[in-house]
């Protein structure tokens, strides 16, 4: 039987990719190129020092200071941070609220395990910061997904066995994560890109909770 349930935040309780987007493509446009959706895509469930990277490599840009780095980072957080504070609601994802109500009423312990360090002000801004046992994010976290920290991390605030624990992701590189931790996992997404997880459904309201409930343990 499960006794944790670990959702990953981005694209699983809230679409916050659409934001993290528009900030990284308004980066790139004031270093003078072009960032699609396409390669934005490169950059889910990666941190941000790494998708900072990314966005570089795309722009052919090299050889910049640590220094220089950190600032364009923190540049692009603040555009980001002022999307999010403009978060409602309104933006929770179709079946996240009745998985959480199911979960609770079944005693079902819940946590957020997130690469993102403004997990608590999204999930403070969505009403739900009080509704989890656990919050693990980019503030408490050295490794990024693929590494299984962030998700252990979580399992061990809630007090639960690893085994015991579900994952809900909509990343590769978090499944793996999941898989790295010995936890079961739910990918919410595309089965081309997430069929390494237990199941795989479009969105959280096509998932079986039933299914859930009994996945770990």
């Not at 403004?118 to 801004?125: E, K, V, W, Y």
Request: aromatic share 6%.
């Amino acid at each position: 039987m499960t006794q944790g349930v670990i959702f990953d935040l981005d694209g699983v309780i809230v679409d916050t990719a659409k934001y993290h987007f528009l900030a990284w493509k308004r980066l790139a446009s004031e270093l003078g190129f072009e960032f699609s959706e396409a390669h934005n895509e490169r950059l889910k469930g990666v941190s941000r020092m790494a998708s900072l990277e990314i966005l570089l490599s795309v722009g052919g840009i090299q050889h910049l200071s640590e220094e220089e780095k950190q600032r364009l980072a923190t540049k692009k957080n603040q555009w980001y941070v002022e999307y999010i504070e403009k978060i409602t609601p309104a933006e929770i994802l179709p079946g996240f609220l009745p998985l959480l109500d199911f979960l609770k009423h079944n005693k079902v312990k819940v946590a957020v395990g997130s690469a993102s360090k403004n997990a608590g002000t999204i999930l403070s801004r969505l009403g739900l910061i009080e509704q989890f046992d656990a919050l693990v994010d980019g503030n408490r976290i050295t490794e990024a997904k693929p590494n299984p920290q962030v998700f252990t991390l979580a399992a061990d605030d809630m007090g639960l066995p690893y085994s015991a624990c579900v994952v809900i992701e909509d990343a590769e590189a978090g499944i793996e994560a999941a898989q790295r931790a010995g936890m079961k996992c739910v990918g919410v997404g595309s089965p081309a890109i997430l069929g390494n997880a237990d199941i795989v459904v479009q969105s959280l309201d096509k998932l079986n909770f039933n299914e859930l409930l009994h996945l770990a343990g």
